[in-house]
C-alpha cells in the first residue's frame, strides 16, 4: 500500500505567488500605515478643541433622499468607501480560489479551518462574556474580523521580516475573514429587504458579468454600471459592501492567449492603491474618533459589551487560530514546515487580532440605536487592536532574528539571475551556473592569496 501523501503546513510558495504576495502586502504595508495615521488623526480631532468641527463633518449630510442616497458623510465612508475596499477584497478570494492558496481543497483546509476558528473563537468569548455579565449579545460579531492592513502596519513599524509562508498565512486568514464577515452582514444585519431593489441590483450584476465576460473592458461601462448595482443593493437593504464582493468575485482570474494578464489582476492593480491609500484610511478617519478620556477607557475593562471585543480580538483571535491551524495539523495529514515553529504560528495568530476596519463597520451595524454604546465599542476595537499589537510585536520580536535567516535564505541570488536559489535548486543549469560561480571565487582566492605570499616574500610580481 502507498504511504500516504502528507501536506507541508506553512510551505514555501511558488515563485509566481511569492511575487504576487510580496506586491500585494506592500501595497497592503503602505495602506495600513496610512489607516494609522487617519486613525491617530480622528482621535486627536475627536478628544480636543476641534471635536464639535469634526462632528460637524461627520454628521454633514447630501445626496438625492429620492434615491435612498441622502447620507451623512460617515455613512457614505461606510456604505460607498468601503465597497472598494470589499471590491478589492473580491478579488482577492477569486485569486486565492483560482491559483492561489484555496485552489487546492486539501491544501486550502489548513487556512480555512484557522480562519473560521479565528472568527468563531472571538464570538464565543464575546458571547460568554456578555451572557455571564448580563451585557447584550448584539455585538457577538465584532471582534470576529482581522485587519490586513493595520496588521501589516505594525509589522512595518517594528520591522519584522516575517517569512514569505507566514505572510500568505496571513493574507489569506484575512481573506476567508473578509469573505466570512460579509456574509455576518448580509445575513445577520440586514433588517428589512426591498425585494425589488435586490432583484434589480442582482440583474446589474448579470449584466455585469456577462459584459466582463464577452470581453468588454471599457470603465466608462463598469464604473457607472458599478454604482447603480451598489446603490440598489444600498436601497434594497442589504448592506452595500456585499456589490463590490460580488463585482469582485465576477472577475476573471485566468490569462488567455495573447494576454499577460488577466483582467482581474489589472483592474486590481489599479483599485488597490485608491482602496488602501484612500478608501480605507477615509472609513477610518471618519469612525475611529471616539472619546479616549479616563472614564471611557475604565467603561471599556468593566462594560460587558466592551470588554467582551477586548478579550475577544486579543484572546479569542488567538487561541482561534493557533488552536484551530494545530487541530487541522494534528488531525489530517499536514505537517508544519520544518524551518518554523509552533511559536510563529502563535505569533501570526496574535498579530490576527488586529480587527480594525471590518470590525469598526460592524459596530456601527450592532447598536445602531444607540451611539454612546457604538461609540464605547469603538473604543474597546481601538483598545483591543493595540493590545493585540503590542502581544504580537513582543512575539514577533523574540522570533525574528529567525526570521531574518529564513528571509536572508529565501533572497538569496548567488547566480544573479532574477530569480532566488531556492527555486532552482532541482535545474541542472542552475548547478552548472553555481559550479561556475564558485570556480571563479576559488580562483580569486586563490590570487589574493599569491599576492598576499608574494608580498611577504618581499617578491612584488608573483607572476
Not at 72 to 77: C, F, G, I, M, T
Amino acid at each position: 500500500m502507498a504511504a500516504p501523501i502528507r501536506r507541508t503546513f506553512l510551505n514555501r510558495l511558488s515563485l509566481p505567488e511569492r511575487n504576487f504576495v510580496a506586491d500585494a502586502l506592500r501595497t497592503e504595508t503602505v495602506g495600513g500605515v496610512l489607516l494609522l495615521v487617519a486613525a491617530i488623526a480622528a482621535l486627536i480631532l475627536a478628544n480636543t478643541p476641534l471635536s464639535g468641527f469634526y462632528h460637524d463633518i461627520k454628521d454633514a449630510s447630501f445626496g438625492p433622499e429620492s434615491l435612498h442616497l441622502h447620507l451623512s458623510v460617515a455613512a457614505w465612508a461606510q456604505d460607498g468607501l468601503l465597497t472598494i475596499f470589499f471590491f478589492v477584497a473580491g478579488i482577492e478570494l477569486k485569486r486565492e480560489l483560482v491559483s492561489g492558496e484555496l485552489r487546492d481543497p486539501r491544501a486550502a483546509a489548513l487556512p480555512v479551518v484557522a480562519a473560521v476558528c479565528g472568527m468563531a473563537a472571538p464570538a464565543l468569548v464575546d458571547v460568554v462574556v456578555n451572557a455571564s455579565s448580563g451585557g447584550s449579545l448584539s455585538g457577538w460579531a465584532v471582534p470576529t474580523a482581522t485587519d490586513i492592513a493595520f496588521a501589516l502596519a505594525v509589522l512595518a513599524v517594528i520591522g519584522t521580516a516575517l517569512p514569505s509562508a507566514l505572510r500568505a498565512f496571513l493574507l489569506t486568514l484575512a481573506v476567508v475573514d473578509d469573505l466570512l464577515a460579509i456574509l455576518i452582514i448580509a445575513i445577520f444585519f440586514t433588517q428589512e429587504i426591498d425585494f425589488l431593489a435586490l432583484g434589480l441590483s442582482v440583474a446589474g450584476l448579470a449584466v455585469f458579468w456577462l459584459l466582463h465576460h464577452k470581453g468588454v473592458r471599457g470603465w466608462y461601462v463598469f464604473v457607472p454600471l458599478g454604482v447603480v448595482i451598489w446603490a440598489l443593493m444600498h436601497a434594497s437593504g442589504v448592506h452595500a459592501t456585499v456589490a463590490g464582493v460580488a463585482m469582485g468575485l465576477m472577475l476573471r482570474c485566468t490569462v488567455r492567449e495573447g494576454e499577460e494578464h488577466s483582467p482581474a489582476e489589472t483592474i486590481e492593480h489599479r483599485v488597490r492603491p485608491l482602496s488602501a491609500g484612500l478608501a480605507v484610511p477615509l472609513f477610518a478617519l471618519f469612525a475611529a474618533g471616539v472619546s479616549v478620556s479616563g472614564p471611557a477607557i475604565h467603561d471599556v475593562f468593566t462594560k460587558p459589551e466592551t470588554l467582551g471585543v477586548v478579550l475577544g480580538l486579543v484572546v479569542g483571535k488567538t487561541l482561534g487560530i493557533f488552536g484551530g491551524s494545530w487541530l487541522a495539523v494534528r488531525f489530517t495529514k499536514a505537517e508544519l514546515n520544518k524551518d518554523l515553529q509552533w511559536a510563529d504560528v502563535l505569533a501570526v495568530a496574535a498579530l490576527a487580532g488586529i480587527g480594525f476596519t471590518v470590525s469598526l463597520l460592524i459596530g456601527e451595524l450592532a447598536f445602531p440605536n444607540d451611539p454612546a454604546l457604538t461609540d464605547e465599542v469603538k473604543a474597546a476595537v481601538l483598545t483591543g487592536s493595540v493590545l493585540a499589537a503590542l502581544v504580537a510585536g513582543v512575539l514577533l520580536k523574540l522570533r525574528n532574528n529567525r526570521y531574518q535567516k529564513l528571509c536572508a535564505e529565501e533572497d538569496r541570488d548567488e547566480d544573479l539571475d532574477g530569480i532566488p536559489d531556492v527555486y532552482e535548486q532541482d535545474d541542472p543549469a542552475y548547478h552548472l551556473r553555481m559550479a561556475a560561480i564558485l570556480e571563479a571565487k576559488a580562483a580569486e582566492h586563490r590570487r589574493l592569496a599569491e599576492v598576499a605570499a608574494a608580498k611577504d616574500s618581499g617578491d612584488d610580481d608573483p607572476a
